[in-house]
C-alpha cells in the first residue's frame, strides 16, 4: 500500500505543482466575494431605512437601523471588519448617518410625549393623575425605540453615569438644562455663597419626580430592556453628578473663602444625610458625594478650615472672663465632674467635627481630621501646663483645682471616645491596614499620593497592646499631667502640715502631768493650728474636686502624714506618760478623725501613727519587758557569732501580741526610746 502511494504522489506531481498558483488566486477572490456581499448588505439595509424614513414609517425606519446594528456585530465576531478597513469605515458613516436623522425625530417626538405627560415636574406642573392609555402605549413604543437606536447595556450593579438609558437620558435633558441656566450662568441664583439653594433643588426634583419613575417608568424599562434597570437611582445618580460639577467648578474660589467652604460643606453633608432618607434606593449615591471631599482640592482647605475653626473657637472661650468657673456652679452638689465652662465647650466643639467627617469613605482622610482633633486636644492640654506652672504656688487655690479638674474631664472624655463604635471601627480598619502593609513588604494605603504623604505624619500608632488605641499618646500625656498636679496639691497641703507642726515638735511634753490628773481631755495649743489648717484643706478640697480626684488626694495625703509625724514628730521628742497620753488624744482623737468623712476607718491609712502612741503609751512593766526583748535582738542581730535568732523572734512575737506589725524592731527601739518615765530598778 506505501508503494502505491508513492507512485501516486510521483506521478501527479507536476500536475500538483500547476495547481499551486491557481488556488492562490482563489483567496483574494473569496475575500472579495464576502467583501461585495457585504456591501451589498449594508447598501441593502440603508436603501430600506432611506424608504422608510421617506415613507414616514419610523418605527419600520428603527427596526432597519437595528438591522445594521447587528450587521456591524456579525462583521466584527466574523472578523472581516477591521478598525482602519474601508468597510469598517464605511459601515461606521451609515450607522453614524442613519442614528443622526433617527434620533433627531425620534427626540423630537418623544418630547412631545413628555409634555403630554407634564415631564419634567417643574413650575407647579405635577404628574397626571390618570394617564390616558393611548399616551402610555405611545410612551412605551418610543422607549422601545429609543434602545432599539441606542442599546442599553447596564444593569443594576452599574454605578457609572455613562450607563443611563437613553430614554431617561432624553428625561433628564430639561432638568440639566434648568441646573446650567440656574447655577452656572450670571443669574442671581448662582452664588457661591448660597450652596443651599441648589442642593435644594437637586432635592426637590427627586421627591417630585421619584414616584412617576417608579410607578410609570420603570415598568416601561422593565419591559423594553433585557436586564432590570434601576431607574429611579440612575435618575438621582444623574442629579448628584450635577452637584458634584457645581462643587468642582467651584472649588478655586472657596479655596479663598474658608467661611463659604465652611458653609458650602455643611450644607453638602445635609444633602448626602438627606439622600439616605428619600429612598433606600438612592442610599448608595452618598458616598459617590462625599468622595468629592476626599479630592486633594477640597480635603486640604477642609483640613485647615476645620483647625482654624477649632483653634478660634478655643482662643474665645478661652479669653472668656468665666472660662475656668464651673459650668454648673449654681448646682454642685449634682456636678460630679466640676468641669470649668472652658473645657466642657472645647471638647464638645472637637467632638462635633466627627459628625462631619465620619461617613467620609475613605480611610484616610477620617484619619487625618481625627489627628486634627488629637492636636486641639493636645494643644489645650499645653495651655493647661503652662497655667498649672504659673499656679505651682498656690496649688490649694481654686484655679488649679479648676485646672485638675478640667485634665480629669478631659480624660474621661477621651476615654468615651475610645469606646465609641466609630473609633472602634476606625482602629480596627487602622489595625488591618497596618498588618497588611506589613505582610506585604510596607505596600502603600490604596489612596492617593496626597493622602500617603499626610498619614505618613500621623504617627497613629498600632501596636497589640493597650497602646494601640488613636487616643494613647494624649490618654499618656494627660494622665502624666494629672498625677503630677495630684502630687502637687498633696505636697503643697503636706508643706502646710510641715509648717505648722513645728509648735507640735516644740511642745514639752515632758512637762504633762500624769494621766490620771486629767478630768476632761483637751486638745493641746500647739496641736490647735495644725488641725484648723489640714481640716480647712480637706474641706475645701473636697468642695472644689469630683470624688474621682478628691480619693487619691486624701488617701496620698494620710500616707505622707502618717509617714512625717512619725519620723518628724514622734520621733523627735521626748514624752512623760501624761505628755504620751496627750500626743495620743491630738493624733488619733483629733487628727485622724479628720479623715472620717472620707472613710470608715480612717486609722487604717495612719498604721505608723497608731503603732507609735500604743509603744508610748505601754504600762511601765510591758515597756520595760520589750525594751530588753528589743535590746536583746539588737544585741544578736549585731553580734558575727552565729546565734540562733531566739531574741529576734521573742521580740518580733512581742511586737506582735502588742498589735504592732508595721513598725518594724529597728525602729520600735527608737520609739520606746522617747520615753522618760522609766521606773527605778
Known sequence: MNDKVENCLSATSSFRRKLVPLLGNVQPLEACKHYLQWVRLLSAISNTIGSHHKAGDTVSAVHAFHDLLTLETSACSAAQLQEDSHLHQCMTRHIQHWRDILETLLIKEFDETLTSLNWPFVAGKVPLANIPPEVTAK??????????????????????????????????????????????????????????????????WIVAHSAFLTQTVQPVLNQCCDSKVPVERLFVQSLVSLVITKLR??????????????HTIDELLSFSSDLTSLSPTTASERHTLLSVLEEDTLLTPWLAV???????????????????????????????TRAAECVESIMTYTHAVTERYKDLPSLGPRLMFCRLQLQAVDRFTSHITRLMESQLSDCTGVLFASLLCAVQYMLDILMD??????????????????????????????????????LS???????????????????????????????CVVDAVLADFRLASKALVQQKWVSFPPPHEIVVPEVSDAACDLL?????????????????????VWINLAKKLDGFVFEKVILQISVNSGGATQLKFDLMRNLVPLFSSCTGRPERYFPLVREACSLLTLPPGSAVLLREELLAATKENASMAKLDGSATLAATQ???????????????????SRRIDWPQA
Open 139 to 204: 410612551f412605551r413604543q418610543q422607549v422601545t425605540l429609543l434602545l432599539k437606536l441606542k442599546p442599553y447595556d447596564g444593569s443594576e450593579a452599574s454605578v457609572s453615569t455613562d450607563d443611563v438609558p437613553f430614554p431617561l437620558e432624553l428625561m433628564i435633558r430639561p432638568l440639566q438644562k434648568r441646573f446650567r441656566y440656574h447655577f452656572h450662568g450670571k443669574r442671581p441664583t448662582n452664588d457661591i455663597k448660597k450652596p443651599e439653594w441648589y442642593m435644594t433643588q437637586i432635592r426637590s
Open 249 to 262: 467648578k467651584d472649588t478655586a474660589q472657596l479655596q479663598s473663602e474658608p467661611a463659604v467652604l465652611s
Open 306 to 336: 476645620e483647625e482654624m475653626l477649632m483653634l478660634n473657637h478655643m482662643d474665645s472661650t478661652l479669653a472668656s472672663p468665666t472660662a475656668w468657673q464651673p459650668r454648673y456652679r449654681d448646682v454642685e452638689d449634682i456636678d460630679d
Open 417 to 454: 471616645w475610645g469606646e465609641q463604635p466609630f473609633f472602634l471601627s476606625l482602629e480596627e480598619r487602622l489595625h488591618d491596614e497596618e498588618e497588611e502593609r506589613a505582610q506585604q513588604a510596607a505596600a502603600p494605603l490604596p489612596v492617593t499620593s496626597f493622602l500617603t504623604s499626610r
Open 457 to 487: 505624619s500621623l504617627s497613629l500608632s498600632v501596636t497589640a497592646d493597650d497602646s494601640r488605641s488613636l487616643f494613647a499618646p494624649s490618654l499618656a500625656q494627660l494622665n502624666s499631667l494629672k498625677q503630677r498636679m495630684l502630687e
Open 532 to 552: 484648723v489648717s489640714l481640716r480647712l484643706h480637706l474641706r475645701l478640697a473636697e468642695k472644689r474636686l469630683p470624688p474621682k480626684l478628691y480619693t487619691p
Open 654 to 672: 512581742a511586737l506582735v501580741r502588742m498589735d504592732v506589725k508595721n513598725i518594724s524592731l529597728q525602729q520600735a527601739g527608737p520609739v520606746l
